[in-house]
C-alpha cells in the first residue's frame, strides 16, 4: 500500500504568517490527495482535494499543489481556526491511505 | 445540510464485539456509499470498510477481514459497523464518512462528509 509521509510533524508559527505542509507519497498517486483540518474532538473536515481544488466553504487562503509523489499545502495567511492538525489522504491506489498528520500550533 | 450522526462510546471486554452507527439526514441516502475509518491513539487514521448504501455490497480492508462487517438500513438512512474479536488494539475513534455518488459503479473514495467519531474502549 502506498504510505503518505507528511513533514513537518509539527508547525509553530503566529497568526498572520504563512505556512507550508508537506505531503509525499512512495510512489505515483497522480492528482489524487486529499487535505482535512482536524481540531480536537471534532470531525475531519475535507479542505483541498485532487490536489488543488478547494472543498465548498473553505477560504482562498488554502490552496494546495503537487502530483506524482509530492504535494504542499499553503495556508497564505494564518487565521486563529487555522490551527489545527492536518493530514493528507490517497485515492488512486486501494486501500486509500492516510499520511501520520502535521501540527500547526501558535508560536 | 448533510450530517452523519454516530452512536455513542462503548466500552468493552477483550473478544467482544461492537456495533456503531451511523445515521445519515440532508441527502439521499441510497446514493452515496459511506466508509468507516478509525484513528487509534497516536496513530494515523486508518480505512477499514465501506458499503454500497443502495445494494448493500461491501467491500472491506484486508487488515480487517472476516472481523468486520459493514450493513446498512435504508428505511433509518443508517449504516452500522461491527467488530468482533476485539483486542486492546482496537481502542480507537471510528468514524463514518460519506463518499461521493459512484461513477459507472465505482467507488470513488473521496470522504466529504465525516460523522463525529464514536470512541471504542477495549479493556479487561
Known amino acids: 500500500e502506498i504510505v503518505l509521509t507528511q513533514s513537518p510533524a509539527t508547525l509553530s508559527l503566529s497568526p498572520g504568517e504563512r505556512a507550508s505542509l508537506s505531503c509525499r507519497a512512495s510512489?505515483?498517486?497522480?492528482?489524487?490527495l486529499a487535505w482535512f483540518q482536524q481540531k480536537p474532538g471534532q470531525a475531519p473536515r475535507l479542505v483541498i482535494y485532487?490536489?488543488?481544488n478547494r472543498a465548498t466553504g473553505i477560504p482562498a487562503r488554502f490552496s494546495g499543489s503537487g502530483s506524482g509523489t509530492v504535494f504542499t499545502l499553503t495556508i497564505s495567511s494564518l487565521e486563529p481556526a487555522d490551527f489545527a492538525v492536518y493530514f493528507c489522504?490517497?485515492?488512486?491506489?486501494?486501500?486509500?491511505?492516510f499520511g501520520g498528520g502535521t501540527k500547526v500550533e501558535i508560536k | 445540510q448533510v450530517q452523519l450522526v454516530q452512536s455513542g462510546a462503548e466500552v468493552k471486554k477483550p473478544g467482544a464485539s461492537v456495533k456503531v452507527s451511523c445515521k445519515a439526514s440532508?441527502?439521499?441516502?441510497?446514493?452515496?456509499?459511506m466508509h468507516w475509518v478509525r484513528q487509534a491513539p497516536g496513530q494515523r487514521l486508518e480505512w477499514m470498510g465501506w458499503?454500497?448504501?443502495?445494494?448493500?455490497?461491501?467491500k472491506y480492508s484486508q487488515n480487517f477481514q472476516g472481523r468486520v462487517t459493514i450493513t446498512r438500513d435504508t428505511s433509518a438512512s443508517t449504516v452500522n459497523m461491527e467488530l468482533s474479536s476485539l483486542r486492546s488494539e482496537d481502542t480507537a475513534v471510528y468514524y463514518c464518512?460519506?463518499?461521493?455518488?459512484?461513477?459507472?459503479?465505482?467507488?470513488?473514495?473521496?470522504?466529504?462528509?465525516w460523522g463525529q467519531g464514536t470512541l471504542v474502549t477495549v479493556s479487561s
Open positions: 464518512a460519506r463518499d461521493r455518488p459512484m461513477v459507472r459503479g465505482v467507488v470513488e473514495y473521496f470522504f466529504d462528509y
Open positions: 440532508g441527502y439521499t441516502f441510497t446514493s452515496y456509499p
Open positions: 458499503i454500497n448504501s443502495g445494494n448493500g455490497d461491501t
Open positions: 510512489q505515483s498517486v497522480s492528482s489524487y
Open positions: 485532487d490536489a488543488s
Open positions: 489522504q490517497q485515492r488512486s491506489n486501494w486501500p486509500p491511505t
